[in-house]
């Protein structure tokens, strides 16, 4: 970024651009899958610890399993009906597939929710590309300040940029800390969904599947948060006839506004998912 010479126009220059980083790389967060983050390295510890854990779900599996046994039946005798064996026998296959394909059951999930939000950049119109510029009538109004005059507008340059940065790495937080779940959920996924083999246990790989799920679709809550803020800040209200101290305190008032109100929706976006769906 190139110095305009005045302070005040490149410290809210420098603010903007820093802030359409931050949603370029929230972008690009989002809409990158696990799988190549740092170049797929990430991935493969992860299925490495993914593939130990299940001699330990296969165990807990039979132990589920026997438990679900001596809930649902009175008496031993009852197993030896065919009905009531092949019942049991088929619940125990499956929790064992749902256990040895947990990998690919995440990824399944997960593929749904990446699509959807892909499918919602794509028909954003590159809204999300567009970064924050400082208009041009705020910047002739700096220009034809006096230097005592300045001196409030500097310092409302640099408390908006202050909180503009904390923001952004709030924004950026909360993005990672999904990315976090997202690997944390499918390292110990055999696990939870051993409980499957069991009838009085299954609720736990429920819960843990419909969290998950959760997790996934936080990510089109996020991006549509995005795409309502940027439209909002297209078009950014100017009275130019006001003096210049007026003028940037109104832009940035507009704009921290927004950007409080995107930085709550991303922060709340779990419990707009569970709002939204009953998760």
């Known amino acids: 970024m190139q110095s305009s010479g005045n302070w005040i126009i490149d410290i809210l220059n420098y603010t903007l651009n820093f802030w359409s980083e931050a949603m370029q790389t929230i972008w690009t967060l989002l809409t990158t899958s696990p799988q190549n983050?740092?170049?797929?390295?990430?991935?493969?510890?992860?299925?490495?610890?993914?593939?130990?854990?299940?001699?330990?779900?296969?165990?807990?599996?039979?132990?589920?399993?026997?438990?679900?046994?001596?809930?649902?039946?009175?008496?031993?005798?009852?197993?030896?009906?065919?009905?009531?064996?092949?019942?049991?026998?088929?619940?125990?296959?499956?929790?064992?597939?749902?256990?040895?394909?947990?990998?690919?059951?995440?990824?399944?999930?997960?593929?749904?929710?990446?699509?959807?939000?892909?499918?919602?950049?794509a028909h954003a119109g590159g809204v999300l590309t567009t970064g924050i510029t400082l208009p041009d009538a705020i910047a002739q109004k700096i220009d034809q300040c006096s230097f005592l005059d300045s001196i409030p507008l500097w310092i409302v340059a640099l408390i908006g940029a202050l909180l503009v940065t904390v923001l952004s790495f709030v924004m950026i937080l909360t993005v990672y800390s999904r990315i976090f779940k997202i690997f944390m959920y499918t390292a110990v996924a055999p696990i939870p969904l051993a409980s499957f083999a069991g009838e009085g246990t299954s609720q736990v790989g429920r819960s843990f599947l419909k969290s998950y799920a959760g997790v996934c679709l936080q990510g089109v809550v996020i991006i549509l948060a995005c795409i309502i803020y940027s439209v909002l800040t297209e078009n950014p209200t100017i009275d130019t006839s006001a003096d210049a101290t007026t003028v940037v305190w109104a832009f940035l008032f507009q704009l921290i506004f927004n950007f409080l109100v995107l930085v709550g929706a991303v922060k709340m976006s779990d419990r707009v998912v569970k709002e939204m769906i009953g998760f």
């Open 37 to 121: 983050i740092r170049g797929g390295a990430v991935w493969s510890a992860i299925a490495n610890i993914q593939g130990g854990l299940k001699a330990i779900a296969y165990a807990l599996l039979v132990l589920f399993f026997i438990v679900g046994v001596v809930k649902t039946t009175t008496n031993f005798s009852e197993i030896k009906r065919p009905e009531v064996a092949l019942k049991l026998f088929i619940r125990f296959a499956i929790a064992k597939a749902v256990v040895s394909y947990s990998m690919d059951i995440l990824t399944g999930i997960f593929k749904i929710g990446h699509g959807i939000l892909n499918n919602i950049s």
